[in-house]
């Protein structure tokens, strides 16, 4: 029997934009990347209930993207591949912070969500103008999982969803009943295909070790740093061979903490080294997962252990970096921020073998940090400082930004531009940002540079590309340096 919920990938992309962009409205346009990675996992779950794979499915994963997001590519054959794959529904780690803003304003935004995500599985679900049971169950499965965080969290009452039940068309079993991957792996290999060959395939690609070394040291400045990650990375290396060889090999934390001010590149280096540990075998996957205290704690009692384990179990095989880790230890003896690190800790012993915690901030407040409980000072032997960048680096940090972006500096601007970032670096105070400043002053150019070819008739392609002494300072600060000189 056809479904009323059937859409082209056309009409559900604009189902998709209707309903995200509703949400944005209320939750905030920068959730954008988050959500569309959530709708395409849940997607992927979703599918494995379907009575069958097509086309249609794989263009109907190509739709789900918000407005100025890039569309995704999607073939059948890497669909089939990733819905075998698919695990089980978990909350996105957002809606978290949502139920917590609604509890505290009372508003609905989470229950606008949970509404939100019905109707686009509904549509996901009738692709192939069936709704089954088993994608039915999913999406209830879902709302419920949802309603239960809302109901714990205080959120007020909003209006019922729909019931996914009332729109099944069919009983047919789902994709994952006709093709249990159990089933598959017992029938060996397929046609053509070595013991070898299906091995290799379903091991993860291993990152480009040399190409993250190239990465590391093409870092502006931090020659401390470098040489730091280089000798852990040496010993790792030692380790592992004494391993292969049968040789004792003596218990080392890899778990670090990063001191240092903002913008200093301590993410950057933090994505490196897990990339790194996985090219080596020191870590399964490598992936980097960055968290603040609001991606931990919760409102709640109870809830913020949940929210932990939840973004532990994302970095499992890679890296979890927590940015000022310090803000955890900050509200007392009652406050949900122990709970975290209590969790935090146990995960760090539980996994010592695939999984790396890098813990952030500045270097006052780390101190204070790990003094504050005995688990960290004995979990964390590992200090990696990061020293503010100087005037040289900072220059060389933006001239890095101009060739990225296409841009390049005429003869008085490039004088001028070691003698601003000197003076950027002489005139810093307790906000300096470092390399966040240049990110910021080069954008600012940008800006400036657009509203001074705004003003020409026809600019050529050099004044497209080129920055003038005039685009480094507002139009009032040149006007006062004018007249100092």
């Known amino acids: 029997m056809p479904t009323q919920w059937?859409?082209?990938?056309?009409?559900?992309?604009?189902?998709?934009?209707?309903?995200?962009?509703?949400?944005?409205?209320?939750?905030?346009?920068?959730?954008?990347?988050?959500m569309d990675e959530f709708c395409t996992s849940c997607a992927l779950q979703l599918f494995a209930r379907s009575a069958s794979l097509t086309e249609e499915h794989a263009e109907a994963m190509n739709a789900l993207y918000s407005k100025g997001r890039p569309k995704p590519s999607w073939l059948l054959w890497a669909l089939t591949g990733e819905v075998g794959r698919s695990g089980e529904f978990l909350p996105p780690l957002f809606f978290w912070s949502l139920t917590e803003q609604d509890a505290r304003r009372g508003t609905d935004c989470s229950r606008v969500f949970i509404r939100m995500l019905t109707n686009i599985l509904l549509c996901l679900a009738a692709v192939d103008d069936d709704v089954t049971y088993a994608e039915a169950e999913?999406?209830?499965?879902?709302?419920?999982?949802?309603?239960?965080?809302?109901?714990?969290?205080?959120?007020?009452?909003?209006?019922p969803g729909l019931r996914a039940a009332d729109f099944v068309t069919s009983a047919q079993p789902s994709f994952l009943e006709k093709n249990p991957p159990q089933a598959a792996a017992s029938n060996g290999p397929a046609q053509g295909q070595t013991q070898t060959g299906a091995a290799e395939e379903a091991a993860p690609e291993k990152p480009d070790l040399d190409a993250l070394m190239a990465e590391l040291d093409g870092l502006v400045g931090l020659e401390a740093v470098k040489k730091d990650v280089k000798s852990m990375m040496n010993l790792v290396k030692v380790?592992?061979?004494?391993?292969?060889?049968?040789?004792p090999v003596p218990p080392m934390s890899l778990h670090m903490v990063f001191m240092g001010n903002p913008g200093t590149g301590k993410t950057t280096v933090a994505r490196l080294i897990g990339g790194l540990y996985a090219a080596i075998g020191a870590l399964s996957k490598g992936q980097l997962v960055e968290v603040d205290r609001s991606g931990l704690v919760a409102g709640y009692v109870g809830q913020t252990a949940i929210k932990t384990q939840e973004v532990i179990a994302s970095a499992l095989g890679g890296v979890l970096f927590i940015d000022e880790a310090y803000s955890l230890a900050s509200g007392g003896e009652n406050d949900f921020g122990r709970e975290a690190i209590e969790t935090v800790l146990k995960a760090m012993e539980d996994h010592r073998e695939d999984l790396v915690v890098i813990v952030a901030g500045y270097t006052g407040p780390m101190e204070k940090f790990l003094s504050s409980n005995p688990g960290l000072e004995s979990r964390f032997n590992k200090y990696i400082f990061f020293s503010d960048y100087n005037g040289d680096e900072l220059n060389a940090i933006f001239h890095g930004q101009c060739r990225k972006n296409g841009y390049e500096l005429d003869e008085e601007a490039e004088a001028y531009s070691k003698e601003f970032f000197d003076a950027l670096y002489e005139g810093r105070d307790e906000n300096f940002g470092n390399g966040r400043d240049v990110r910021n002053q080069f954008e600012d150019m940008v800006v400036r540079q657009a509203d001074r070819l705004a003003a020409m008739e026809a600019p050529t392609k050099e004044d497209l590309i080129r920055f003038t002494k005039a685009d480094f300072l507002p139009e009032q600060a040149q006007t006062e340096t004018e007249s100092l000189e």
């Open 138 to 159: 999913y999406i209830t499965e879902c709302a419920d999982k949802l309603s239960a965080l809302c109901d714990g969290a205080g959120v007020k009452k909003g209006k």
């Open 6 to 34: 059937k859409r082209s990938p056309e009409e559900l992309h604009k189902t998709y934009i209707a309903n995200t962009e509703a949400f944005y409205r209320t939750a905030g346009r920068g959730l954008a990347a988050q």
């Open 239 to 247: 380790r592992q061979l004494r391993k292969e060889n049968g040789l």
